[in-house]
């Protein structure tokens, strides 16, 4: 990253102001001195080269001036790759006399560090930056270039340091830093650690990058590691939970869900009577309710067949009534296992033409597994409902959901309302 000097909008007599000085340097004033470097360091004008240099040789004395002049420099030996030794020797001698000038300017220093770098000195780079940090020891930038720096010298732990403090000032810098040091130490975990901050919201950024390099048992170790209130409510655990789900390990999911979750029950479902509430951003082992056009969905405190709450669905009576994925689990599952699948079902004046179901189908499709009887209609107290299926072969989880397909394209309202409660999942 070049300290840039660069002068944006057009100054058309700045030649003239500057040629005219050069040749009545007798009749020139403090004020008009003031003025014209003013204008030759000023970002928002734009001059040539040569006009730049010869206002920072006229003004000798003028920090700015000469620091102007090393900026240009830089951005030429970047930007062209002719006379790169001669103009990377001059702009080593412009920002060094910028620094003699203003030696307290941390600024001034990066520009010299630069310009040290273009040249091929990254040793005497390093010195001005580490002098340019003492200067300004809060600043990201300086950190930031230091790292960078160390790293292109392949002082991996110095720059692992640096990158830790730029990261930890601003979150945004940690992915690059993250995808700079897998390169430079070809997937060397320690070097990453080291690299990441104690915030929980840094660990977890670091396990999701180890995810998405498919280091998986690795990310859920960091994830792991973490203080699990700390951890619970940030987005950055539902996400990395997502991540492992979308990679297929439903395994290393579930494990992490129920440790940031802090479930007890070693129950094959999780919440099976609705008594925990549910956190929207770690629902992914948990009830998943959304709202219907068709029903109003959600748990109630009023009616429990055991505990204190249960799911309810009340009907809003519109025709062709459907439910499909509002109400859902997923669960994992052994490849080719039997089970059998309980829950109880309480109705009230339940009108409909075809009731709703306990549907199983494999993660990611909609194809039923085994569905469970249709909801009688009427009103009764709690029933049970058994559905028994076999996990296909090659399915790690299933989704468990309640349904309501209608059979043909128009089909009558459904009214009353339906409560669900206790839910269990059994391996036979």
């Known amino acids: 990253m070049t300290i840039t000097f660069e002068l944006r909008s057009p100054v058309s007599r700045l030649a003239t102001i500057v040629a005219v000085m050069c040749g009545c340097a007798i009749f020139i004033s403090l004020s008009a001195a003031r003025f014209v470097i003013s204008v030759i360091t000023d970002p928002e004008a734009r001059a040539e080269t040569a006009i730049i240099e010869g206002a920072a040789n006229y003004f000798p004395n003028s920090a700015w001036a000469q620091a102007r002049m090393a900026s240009r420099l830089i951005e030429s030996g970047v930007d062209v790759s002719e006379d790169h030794e001669r103009i990377a ?44 940090l003492k200067q300004a020891p809060h600043l990201v930038n300086v950190h930031w270039r230091l790292a960078n720096l160390l790293l292109r010298q392949e002082k991996l732990d110095e720059a692992g340091a640096e990158f830790r403090l730029a990261s930890e000032a601003d979150p945004e810098l940690l992915t690059p830093t993250l995808n700079l040091l897998w390169q430079a130490s070809d997937g ?21 990058f180890l995810v998405e390099r498919e280091k998986f048992e690795v990310a859920v170790k960091i994830a792991n590691s973490l203080d699990r209130r700390a951890a619970l409510n940030l987005p950055e655990s539902g996400k990395l939970l997502d991540s492992l789900i979308s990679a297929g390990r439903i395994d290393l999911a579930s494990e992490l869900w129920r440790n940031l979750s802090g479930a007890e029950s070693q129950s094959l479902m999780r919440n099976e009577g609705f008594e925990t509430p549910i956190r929207s951003n770690l629902a992914q082992f948990d009830w998943n309710l959304s709202q219907s056009k068709y029903a109003k969905i959600g748990i109630t405190t009023a009616t429990a067949r055991t505990g204190q709450r249960s799911l309810k669905i009340s009907y809003n009576g519109i025709d062709t009534t459907t439910l499909d994925n509002e109400i859902r689990q997923l669960v994992k599952a052994r ?12 109705a009230e004046r ?79």
């Not at 490849?335 to 309480?346: D, E, I, M």
Request: aromatic share 8%; charged share 15%; proline share 6%.
């Open 350 to 428: 339940l009108v409909t033409p075809g009731g709703p179901q306990v549907v199983v189908t494999s993660q990611g499709s909609s194809t039923p597994i085994a569905a469970s009887a249709a909801i009688e209609a009427g009103s009764y107290d709690w029933r049970i409902l058994t559905t028994d299926f076999v996990a296909p072969p090659n399915a790690h989880a299933v989704v468990i959901a309640i349904k309501q397909t209608p059979q043909f394209s128009y089909v009558d309202p459904t009214s009353g309302t339906v409560w669900f409660d206790d839910f269990v999942l059994a391996e036979r």
């Open 335 to 346: 490849p080719g296992a039997r089970y059998t699948l309980t829950c109880y079902v309480k």
């Open 89 to 132: 020797e001059r702009a080593v001698y412009y920002s060094t006399r910028a620094v003699a000038l203003a030696p307290h300017n941390y600024e001034f220093r990066m520009l010299l560090a630069a310009a040290n770098e273009l040249s091929g000195d990254l040793a005497e780079a390093e010195v001005e930056l580490r002098a340019a």
């Open 188 to 208: 060397k975990i320690e070097t990453l650690n080291a690299s990441v901050g104690a915030a929980p919201e840094q660990q977890l950024a670091l396990a999701q």
